[in-house]
């Protein structure tokens, strides 16, 4: 599995090294849907227990009525084991049924929100195809749901993002944090505003380190049972109590997001959409840090807002002369967070 993924890596690197976004889209869209088909063919017969849930959903898959999967599991998966499982009963049905949503919802956003595909799909293969499309199926359908929605809710159609945020909760109940984002706008940001951005990082770890419960102070309603088994787990030991805030991949993130505010006049002149992709990073940032009580919720608030990484780290092509530097920066920063997913964090066996 390791070795076919590093080879689609390699296969989209070329296409990267020789992709211009003004040639023949024909071509392009031939390699670009290729591509795809690989990625969800890969995630859709992956063998079970090549990550760290498939073999979770495998049994929720055959137990899909049990108490326990009644409670942490959305109803979709529920539906979905059911009724698919009359045409096979076999798990990689309902992984073929995410990855075709999950990989094409993504690979459409690529499209829109980037004139240049291929980079952006290196950095999607090294980090969230693997933490999401292989790993957290459900929540890889929520966050390309996320991600394609940036594009109405830049142009102020919010009903659109309402009913595509309302879809991503019947996939995954924390895209309930998708509303919040309403509040958002892609206008420029200016000198001042960018300045503004930046203090959520500061702000941030100042929270961390004072060790405030920001769960208190927020209304969950039907998703505190939810929130108060995850704490019972927590305390109990047998889900993780802390995050590393100062690990290699959050670090090399804040940097990255860092420099784009930077150089945010140079990105925009590629990208109008570069100032509500930047906020939706800010944000990925800030709740990893303040959510430090409750660290599955810390870590699925910042995957979700940060799928935006996708686009935002692609383009620091942008930012680089000559070009082929620039490509090569790009495609090491997507086979790092590929070599760390799979050999340091062992996200995949």
């Given at each position: 599995?390791?070795?076919?993924?590093?080879?689609?890596?390699?296969?989209?690197?070329?296409?990267?090294?020789?992709e211009?976004?003004?040639?023949?889209?024909?071509?392009r869209?031939?390699?670009?849907?290729?591509?795809?088909i690989?990625l969800?063919?890969?995630?859709?017969?992956?063998?079970?227990?090549?990550?760290?849930?498939?073999?979770?959903y495998?049994?929720?898959?055959?137990?899909y009525?049990?108490?326990?999967?009644?409670?942490?599991?959305e109803?979709t998966y529920?539906?979905?084991?059911?009724?698919?499982?009359?045409?096979?009963?076999?798990?990689?049905?309902?992984?073929?049924?995410y990855?075709?949503?999950?990989?094409?919802?993504?690979?459409?956003?690529?499209?829109?929100l980037?004139?240049?595909w291929?980079?952006?799909v290196?950095?999607?293969?090294?980090?969230?195809?693997?933490?999401?499309?292989?790993t957290?199926?459900?929540?890889?359908v929520?966050?390309?749901?996320?991600?394609t929605s940036?594009?109405?809710?830049?142009n102020h159609?919010k009903?659109?993002?309402?009913l595509?945020?309302?879809?991503?909760?019947?996939f995954?109940?924390?895209?309930?944090?998708?509303?919040?984002?309403?509040?958002l706008?892609?206008?420029?940001?200016?000198v001042?505003?960018r300045?503004?951005?930046?203090?959520?990082?500061p702000v941030?770890?100042?929270v961390y380190?004072?060790?405030?419960?920001f769960?208190?102070f927020?209304?969950?309603?039907?998703?505190?049972?939810?929130?108060?088994?995850?704490q019972?787990l927590?305390d109990?030991?047998?889900a993780?109590?802390?995050?590393?805030?100062?690990?290699l991949?959050?670090?090399?993130?804040?940097?990255i997001?860092?420099y784009m505010?930077w150089?945010?006049?140079?990105?925009?002149?590629?990208?109008?959409?570069?100032?509500?992709?930047?906020?939706?990073?800010?944000?990925?940032?800030?709740?990893f840090?303040i959510?430090n009580?409750?660290?599955v919720?810390?870590?699925?608030?910042?995957?979700?807002?940060?799928?935006?990484?996708?686009?935002?780290?692609?383009h620091?092509?942008?930012?680089i002369?000559?070009?082929?530097?620039?490509?090569?920066?790009?495609?090491?920063?997507?086979?790092?967070?590929?070599?760390?997913?799979?050999f340091?964090?062992q996200?995949l066996?």
């Amino acid at each position: 599995m390791i070795c076919l993924l590093i080879i689609v890596y390699m296969i989209v690197f070329l296409f990267s090294m020789l992709e211009a976004s003004k040639q023949d889209d024909r071509y392009r869209k031939y390699a670009f849907f290729g591509i795809g088909i690989l990625l969800i063919l890969l995630a859709a017969f992956k063998p079970v227990g090549v990550d760290h849930d498939s073999e979770q959903y495998e049994f929720n898959f055959y137990h899909y009525d049990s108490p326990q999967v009644v409670i942490f599991v959305e109803f979709t998966y529920r539906w979905l084991s059911q009724y698919l499982g009359y045409l096979m009963n076999d798990v990689h049905i309902v992984f073929l049924f995410y990855a075709i949503l999950g990989v094409s919802l993504k690979l459409k956003a690529i499209k829109d929100l980037s004139p240049m595909w291929f980079m952006p799909v290196l950095i999607y293969i090294g980090n969230y195809y693997i933490l999401q499309d292989l790993t957290q199926i459900r929540a890889g359908v929520a966050s390309g749901f996320l991600l394609t929605s940036i594009m109405p809710l830049a142009n102020h159609n919010k009903q659109k993002c309402i009913l595509m945020w309302l879809i991503a909760f019947c996939f995954h109940y924390s895209s309930i944090a998708f509303f919040p984002l309403l509040l958002l706008n892609n206008k420029e940001l200016t000198v001042k505003q960018r300045i503004t951005w930046t203090m959520v990082i500061p702000v941030g770890y100042v929270v961390y380190f004072s060790g405030i419960d920001f769960l208190s102070f927020l209304p969950l309603g039907f998703m505190q049972d939810k929130i108060d088994a995850y704490q019972k787990l927590r305390d109990s030991g047998i889900a993780g109590d802390t995050i590393n805030v100062f690990g290699l991949i959050f670090l090399v993130k804040v940097i990255i997001y860092l420099y784009m505010l930077w150089m945010y006049e140079t990105v925009y002149a590629y990208n109008k959409y570069i100032p509500i992709m930047l906020k939706m990073m800010g944000l990925s940032i800030f709740t990893f840090l303040i959510f430090n009580r409750l660290p599955v919720l810390s870590f699925r608030l910042s995957e979700l807002y940060g799928i935006v990484d996708i686009i935002i780290f692609a383009h620091i092509y942008y930012t680089i002369k000559p070009d082929i530097i620039a490509r090569f920066i790009v495609a090491i920063i997507g086979f790092s967070l590929l070599a760390t997913n799979i050999f340091y964090t062992q996200l995949l066996k």
